[in-house]
């Protein structure tokens, strides 16, 4: 049996995925989603249904909690049992050696490169090749509740770190807040991607631009050294080492934090009324800075790759093409901006994601820092966890922790 209708590229150019008549075999594919953070399950399986009745193609959506989306790709990577799955920037690198995903440089290369921003085009790319289709173009952010601020008469949100202590000192002083300051500190990716943007604030980087470790630097120990002191001065919340980002996000929707890192979708969250008591309290700024760099932040991009034991690649490009077209990324924008430049000045854009939403983006993106894109980066990430837990737990000196960290990354580059 023929189905018909494939939309092909053509709503990569904006137009509508229901417009280009094709041919293509019924086939039907097993995908791989996360279900926190980013799009939404309702969203997906929305978009999902949508490609359906458009082409004819069935696609049966699996979702995993983030942690285990990775061990979930590698183990069902001998039997082949997804087409599409979804990835960390941090992967490309790993499963591109490994060879577990289809290279798709002649394909990314076909669309309109200049008008997707260089974060979600970085989250695919391993030694100058294409490993996926970009897709979940995120960064965190710093969430302020103003209010909480106001009330200790305090006008101004913090652009710089220093402010922020100062402002959270005061608020605490004042018995406002007991705890101003919340992280996703648990042993897990999310304290990676904290340490990553408070590094970067403070001029650091893990790796140079050949990609030689520079874990034990000297902006990266004084980082670590701030988050630690958060804690021991009691103005970062100590449940903080036991959170992850939904975590972070219910403890500033209970108008129990001023000052949070988080990933976009928290906007939309702290403003619905059936989930939080700060709705209208809060604001989405840039991660604070300091002496040696305005903000910086963490790519949280993450592609639609293509399994190398896919049998039916070309639908699996498109259904990839359809969940990244204008047309869908324009409409289910509100926990996840699009990756196309030109999508935000459009008024649904705008509308959907919130203005305020957008223009922080805008200024965020211009302060991206990649985590290591190396092979060897999820075994480094599970010893760096431990070990800057260590140093938060007061167990370890930062430099300690950072010299040890540099050695293991140095020995993994060189295996």
């Known amino acids: 049996m023929k189905k018909i209708r494939i939309f092909a590229a053509a709503s990569i150019l904006g137009l509508s995925a229901l417009a280009v008549p094709a041919m293509a075999e019924d086939v039907t594919l097993n995908a791989l989603f996360m279900k926190q953070a980013g799009y939404s399950e ?3 399986t929305a978009m999902t249904q949508a490609f359906t009745e458009s082409t004819g193609i069935q696609v049966n959506p699996t979702f995993v909690a983030y942690e285990e989306l990775a061990p979930k790709i590698l183990t069902s ?3 082949g049992g997804y087409d599409v799955i979804l990835g960390d920037c941090i992967w490309p690198a790993q499963f591109a050696k490994a060879g577990l995903v289809m290279d798709v440089t002649d394909r990314v290369e076909a669309l309109d490169l200049d008008d997707i921003y260089q974060g979600a085009l970085d989250a695919t790319k391993y030694e100058g090749k294409y490993y996926g289709m970009p897709w979940l173009n995120d960064v965190k952010y710093m969430f302020v509740n103003t ?3 106001k009330e200790a008469g305090i006008e101004e949100v913090p652009s710089t770190w220093d402010e922020l202590i100062a402002d959270a000192q005061t608020v605490k002083d004042a018995g406002i807040c007991e705890y101003p300051i919340v992280g996703c500190y648990a042993q897990a990716e999310c304290l990676i991607c904290d340490y990553t943007c408070i590094a970067g604030s403070f001029g650091g980087a893990f790796v140079d631009e050949n990609n030689a470790p520079t874990l034990n630097s000297e902006e990266n120990i004084a980082a670590l050294d701030f988050m630690a002191k958060t804690l021991t001065d009691g ?3 100590p449940k903080s080492l036991e959170m992850i980002e939904d975590d972070v996000l219910s403890t500033f929707a209970a108008g129990s934090a001023v000052f949070a890192i988080n990933w976009t979708y928290q906007y939309a969250s702290m403003n619905d009324e059936s989930q939080s008591s700060v709705v209208g309290q809060g604001v989405i700024t840039p ?8 903000s910086a932040t963490v790519n949280g991009g993450m592609p639609l790759m293509i399994t190398a034991g896919c049998q039916h690649p070309d639908e699996a490009w498109d259904y990839m093409l359809f969940l ?3 047309e869908m990324q ?3 924008c509100a926990n996840a901006l699009p990756i196309w430049k030109s999508l935000y000045t459009d008024d649904q854009v705008i509308e959907t994601a919130g203005a305020e939403v957008v223009a922080a983006s805008q200024t965020q993106f211009d302060y991206i820092v990649n985590r290591p894109m190396v092979p060897y980066y999820n075994e480094l990430s599970t010893s760096m966890q431990t070990e800057i837990q260590s140093v938060l737990l007061g167990q370890k000196s930062a430099k300690d ?3 040890g960290l540099q050695a293991l990354a140095e020995e993994l580059a060189n295996n």
């Open 147 to 149: 209010a909480l601020l």
């Open 77 to 79: 990577a001998q039997s």
């Open 330 to 332: 324009a409409k289910y």
């Open 324 to 326: 990244a077209s204008k």
């Open 401 to 403: 922790a950072l010299d």
């Open 235 to 237: 103005l970062c919340n």
């Open 42 to 44: 309702e969203d997906v």
């Open 287 to 294: 991660i604070p800075g300091t002496d040696k760099a305005e």
